[in-house]
């Protein structure tokens, strides 16, 4: 079936700037860093206005995963202890296509320079879309999760 | 700088089927609509525990944007009486990556096959990823828009 469709190439628009250059075992050590993400300047006038919102969805590439191998399923969070789950109930990097997706708070714009707060991506990181964070659009009311998803 | 970064590969890992062959006028016309995202065969098994989650996120291929030309503003939400704002302030589909990201109720899934309600996906469109929505990752108390992104 995915026959169907050709191969689709994605370019970087941006990459991803700050100190991080191994994953940290603890997902919530990324709150509170600060990375810069540097827009390719040919695209600078497409960041205007998005300051006017607080926070954006940046999608990026997880370029550091080294293994060729897609597995199907994995631990989630890492966390060995907990029985497998299917790679898209998890938000492991190691997937069929390596598409971060995170959203953060932009701190500033500065011509083709976003700081933003809260993004988990290594230092290199190709970025491949920014897109506004509307919350009636973006984020949902009563949500439910398994009890895997927060058990430490 | 981009030339950092050799272009990304993706592969449809499923395709969005539903009624839908043209993109309607109105946004909120997506709400109700129930679609079924068919997965390509070989990754059953990577879905497994994914309907433990009510919610998920769905980044999918925007395939039937025709021109070959990205434009650097667009006016927002299609609406020409708006000023034209940079088009990563936008969520248009005519971007430099043709990524479309949806947060969508999951309401069935049986072996390969998805069944979502509010997925603002074109009949045909090839799905690059699927990731659980997990509200403390992919949602913000307070988030701020601008006035415009209300505004008919």
């Given at each position: 079936?995915?026959?169907?469709?050709?191969p689709m190439t994605i370019k970087a628009i941006g990459v991803?700037?700050?100190?991080?250059?191994?994953?940290?075992?603890?997902?919530?050590?990324?709150?509170e860093l600060v990375s810069e993400i540097v827009i390719d300047s040919s695209l600078t006038e497409a960041l205007d206005n998005l300051d006017e919102f607080s926070h954006i969805i940046v999608l990026y590439?997880?370029?550091r995963v080294a293994s060729a191998r897609v597995p199907l399923k994995v631990c989630?969070?890492?966390?060995?202890?907990?029985?497998?789950?299917?790679?898209?109930a998890a938000r492991a990097p190691n997937r069929p296509n390596r598409i971060g997706k995170a959203t953060v708070r932009l701190l500033q714009r500065q011509g083709n320079i976003l700081k933003v707060q809260g993004l988990d991506a290594l230092d290199g990181s190709?970025?491949?879309d920014i897109k506004p964070y509307i919350p009636g659009y973006d984020s949902?009311?009563?949500?439910?999760?398994?009890?895997?998803?927060?058990?430490?």
């Open positions: 079936m995915t026959n169907e469709v050709p991803v700037r700050n100190e991080v250059k191994e994953t940290p075992a603890e997902r919530d050590w990324w709150t590439w997880m370029h989630p969070m890492g966390r060995k202890r907990l029985p497998p789950v299917g790679v898209f190709p970025v491949i949902v009311d009563n949500a439910e999760v398994p009890p895997w998803i927060t058990k430490r």
